[in-house]
């Protein structure tokens, strides 16, 4: 049973450009949740995709964008990229229905220069 | 807003000895509360969880203590190994926030042999 897989497990981009980082969820799991973790601190929350709508949303500017795919699959997007936003950015699945039980990747290190 | 308070960021422990992290949070509304390990360069791993209508949950060698009326939960690792030299979250959700994980700062454990 394939547990939550993220790509690429690294990155590196310039200031201004734009990412996109990509989440495949457990088996049978059908919410995927964003963190991001920074250096030393806990994972943030950034937002929450189910059926492929975004349900909630931590306090992250519009330059952070997603979306979740019919196989329940995810992505996130950043845009104009800042310095700031180096950090590991970190996939969680669940089912909505047991709900409480969150599973996460191993994230991918974005550097940003 | 920081609405979970790990402590200590960081301790040292003999080969089976006793390790233990205190988290507080001020959010009543929480109601599940997890802790997960991290290894260097992995994603969080789900070590454990309670409810608040449990004073104590125990899973081998890891046990949750809970204090609802002080809003205190801890984490015991007992006869703690090697193995165990990593970075420990605390966490808190809500069902009704869909399960957005609030981390504390993370406590950095090193055993020693």
């Known amino acids: 049973d394939a547990g939550v897989t993220q790509s690429p497990t690294h990155l590196i981009k310039t200031r201004g450009q734009q990412v996109t980082l990509r989440c495949s969820p457990k088996s049978g799991h059908d919410t995927v949740s964003w963190y991001q973790q920074a250096l030393g601190q806990g994972p943030q929350f950034i937002f929450q995709y189910y059926e492929e709508e975004e349900r909630q949303r931590g306090n992250f500017p519009d330059r952070f964008s997603g979306h979740q795919f019919p196989n329940y699959s995810s992505e996130l997007n950043v845009n104009a990229l800042l310095l700031g936003d180096s950090a590991l950015y970190l996939c969680?699945?669940?089912?909505?229905?047991?709900?409480?039980?969150?599973?996460f990747g191993p994230g991918t290190r974005l550097t940003v220069t | 807003q920081q609405q979970v308070k790990q402590s200590p960021q960081s301790l040292i422990v003999q080969k089976g000895g006793i390790s233990i992290i205190n988290c507080a949070y001020e959010?009543?509304?929480?109601?599940?509360f997890p802790w997960y390990q991290q290894f260097p360069g992995k994603g969080p791993a789900l070590l454990i969880a309670?409810?608040?209508?449990?004073s104590e949950k125990k899973e081998g060698r890891f046990t949750i203590s809970f204090n609802k009326s002080a809003k205190q939960f801890s984490l015991h690792i007992m006869d703690s190994q090697p193995g165990d030299s990593a970075t420990y979250f605390c966490?808190?959700?809500?069902?009704?926030?869909?399960?957005?994980?609030?981390f504390g700062g993370g406590t950095r454990v090193l055993v020693k042999p």
């Open positions: 966490a808190a959700s809500t069902g009704a926030a869909g399960n957005k994980l609030t």
């Open positions: 969680a699945s669940s089912l909505l229905g047991a709900i409480y039980e969150q599973y």
């Open positions: 959010n009543t509304a929480f109601d599940y």
């Open positions: 309670i409810r608040p209508d449990v």
